[in-house]
């Protein structure tokens, strides 16, 4: 595709996929120098102006989204005719691949993943950012087990009609009911795509399917799954109890928060009983409000369902589709009801005949034995005239005492045929709870301190913030190493994300008092010194680092303060007595003083050596020192002749 880069910094390298709205780049980050993801808008989504406008507020919101369980949005733009949204690059798979490659997933990695998502749709949540699209598509799978979800606030973007793109038809697997009819969504229409996330990866397939997106949003309004345990035997019963939960067709019937969900899964883990009230819907029991059509077969109720219309919703799905590409939909849709019924009429009328021929069985109230003795329960299913299945159960339970009948299949006031069995289970009393050794992970990278903490059957807790431990370290952990915490509690401890910068003022021309009080501010420390300078006295003249450089916080900024011009210095003036004038004036000259000579006579000094010399002792560089040089003798003004006729009188030269 060529050296093709986007906004001035983002090298595109290869493509890692296309979605529904984007094609996605692995990208070289030439300003950090570091690997990101970059996701490039399909044209006809960056030409629609409404979508741009969202597009861009959305993705404001989702860059400022800190949690070690969402995927980082670290910067976007327009480059040309299309958006582009930069995030964090990850290795690994999305959950959907997962579950396609291995099928069904563990009950308990099932509720790890569940808990991990409650904790970014909680920090999501907490921003007022409700994530519509919720799906394992959007759920990213790392190498150590861990996931993240990303586009936070995208889907708000592009989601405003269903069609039937393959990619909105996946999609339509895990919209909420209320998506579906286009009314307001809260933080709970996430839980109920949670809800669909875990059903799939518990069962391996998703609740409700269908040829188009329409068919499969109405059954996700009329329509209720299949308990998972009925798809995949292997489902923990609590497990199943808060998919359904988060499932109900009411949103006022499902967990009201990312944080009461992700505490129910968190007591699963831990093997604490799950405290949710049973649902109010089973398979065959029809919405309220939708019109029913049923045929009683033996001891099954089969319910078809008619589309339910909230009026203040505006135009139905089924509206929708009557003027769209889905026009010819009624017809077929009424060609499969008819032979639905037509299939019913032929086992009612099968099922006739072998009542009339083998008689009728007869159909009788079940007991509700729920805190009985074991005694007292197998008199009253017997009385009943029902039989108790051997062998009986038992199980820890915290609702129950021990001996006392926990669970019971069916439940009490369901209609069974006479003669059936009754499964039980009996308390053991509460389950002890486990403890274990919080691990000492302070120093650990990120990765590695999940790890040790889920290894022990913990759940990571931990929160971002700068520190000048090195990125993604832990540098604290609330619980201490080597405390003994029950298995399943949330652990919190603290990621650095590298210490906080700031940029180091101009303390140039400012006083002392000044330059402290400006650096305190900036919670920078200051080192003054002093020293001469031609800058007023007391004012700063020199700083480092210079102003404009970005340092730590807490770091030390150096500063010198003007003394005020410097003193000449002084010398001291050497000694020269004894020097000849030659002699004296090299000396003055080697330490920098000037020199000025005067001549006398002096009959106790030497002709041309130095009589005395002025100033003496300590004097500036470049003083003029006087120095007097001897002429010897001062001659006779009146000299003695001569007797010795050879000699001839001495004349005076004047010197």
Not at 466 to 493: E, L, M, R
Request: hydrophobic share 35%; net charge neutral.
């Amino acid at each position: 595709m060529g050296q093709r880069i986007l906004g001035g910094r983002y090298l595109l390298k290869d493509k890692i996929g296309t979605g529904g709205m984007a094609t996605v780049y692995r990208a070289q980050d030439k300003v950090l120098d570091r690997s990101v993801a970059v996701k490039i808008m399909l044209p006809q989504y960056a030409s629609d102006a409404t979508f741009a406008a969202r597009f861009k507020q959305e993705a404001r919101a989702a860059a400022g989204l800190q949690s070690p369980y969402i995927v980082g949005v670290y910067d976007w733009g327009k480059d040309g005719d299309t958006y582009y949204i930069v995030m964090e690059y990850l290795r690994g798979t999305d959950l959907k691949s997962g579950i396609r490659a291995h099928g069904a997933l563990d009950s308990k990695k099932v509720a790890q993943i569940g808990s991990q998502i409650c904790s970014a749709l909680a920090v999501a949540h907490k921003h007022e950012i409700v994530h519509r699209d919720i799906k394992p598509q959007n759920i990213m799978v790392q190498p150590d087990g861990n996931i993240k979800v990303m586009d936070f606030g995208i889907a708000r973007a592009k989601n405003s009609h269903l069609t039937q793109d393959n990619n909105v038809l996946g999609t339509a697997h895990y919209v909420s009911p209320e998506q579906t009819r286009g009314q307001e969504l809260g933080p709970t229409s996430d839980l109920y795509s949670l809800g669909v996330v875990m059903y799939e990866c518990a069962t391996g397939s998703v609740p409700f399917d269908g040829d188009d997106a329409i068919s499969v949003a109405l059954r996700q309004v009329n329509e209720l799954p299949v308990a998972p345990r009925q798809v995949n035997p292997a489902v923990d019963a609590d497990l199943e109890r808060i998919i359904l939960r988060c499932m109900e067709k009411n949103p006022a019937d499902r967990f009201q928060s990312a944080e009461e969900l992700r505490a129910a899964l968190n007591s699963y883990l831990a093997g604490r009983t799950v405290d949710i009230p049973e649902p109010t819907h089973v398979l065959g029991v029809a919405p309220i409000g939708a019109t029913t059509e049923t045929d009683l077969l033996g001891n099954q109720t089969r319910t078809m369902v008619s589309p339910v219309r909230d009026a203040a919703a505006g135009p139905s799905a089924t509206e929708q589709a009557s003027s769209g590409p889905y026009e010819r939909k009624p017809r077929r849709r009424g060609k499969i009801i008819a032979g639905i019924i037509a299939a019913i009429v032929l086992i009612a009328a099968i099922t006739i005949f072998a009542t009339n021929l083998f008689g009728q069985t007869q159909q009788v109230e079940v007991p509700n034995v729920l805190d009985m003795s074991q005694e007292e329960a197998i008199k009253k299913i017997e009385d009943s005239g029902f039989k108790v299945h051997q062998p009986i159960s038992s199980q820890f339970d915290n609702d129950y005492e021990e001996g006392k009948v926990c669970d019971q299949t069916p439940k009490g006031a369901q209609s069974r045929a006479k003669g059936s069995e009754i499964s039980i289970t009996i308390s053991k009393g509460a389950k002890p709870d486990e403890t274990v050794q919080v691990p000492n992970i302070v120093g650990k990278d990120k990765d590695e301190a999940s790890r040790l903490l889920t290894d022990q059957g913990l759940v990571p807790n931990p929160t971002e913030e700068s520190n000048d431990a090195p990125i993604g370290q832990v540098f604290q952990q609330i619980q201490a190493a080597g405390t003994s915490v029950k298995k399943g509690s949330a652990i919190d401890y603290k990621v650095s994300t590298g210490p906080e910068q700031v940029t180091v003022p101009n303390l140039i021309g400012l006083t002392q008092q000044q330059a402290e009080a400006k650096l305190k501010s900036l919670n920078l420390q200051g080192s003054a010194s002093k020293d001469t300078s031609n800058t007023t006295k007391g004012q700063v003249f020199k700083q480092d680092p210079a102003s404009g450089s970005s340092v730590d916080i807490g770091s030390t900024v150096s500063y010198t303060i003007s003394t005020g011009p410097a003193e000449p210095s002084t010398v001291l003036v050497p000694d020269l007595s004894g020097m000849t004038e030659q002699q004296a004036s090299d000396a003055l000259k080697s330490k920098g003083f000037g020199m000025n000579t005067t001549f006398e006579y002096d009959s106790t000094v030497k002709r041309g050596y130095v009589i005395s010399f002025n100033p003496k002792l300590n004097q500036k560089s470049g003083t003029t020192i006087t120095v007097v040089i001897s002429r010897g003798p001062k001659p006779d003004p009146n000299p003695q002749p001569s007797t010795d006729p050879d000699k001839k009188p001495v004349q005076s030269s004047g010197n």
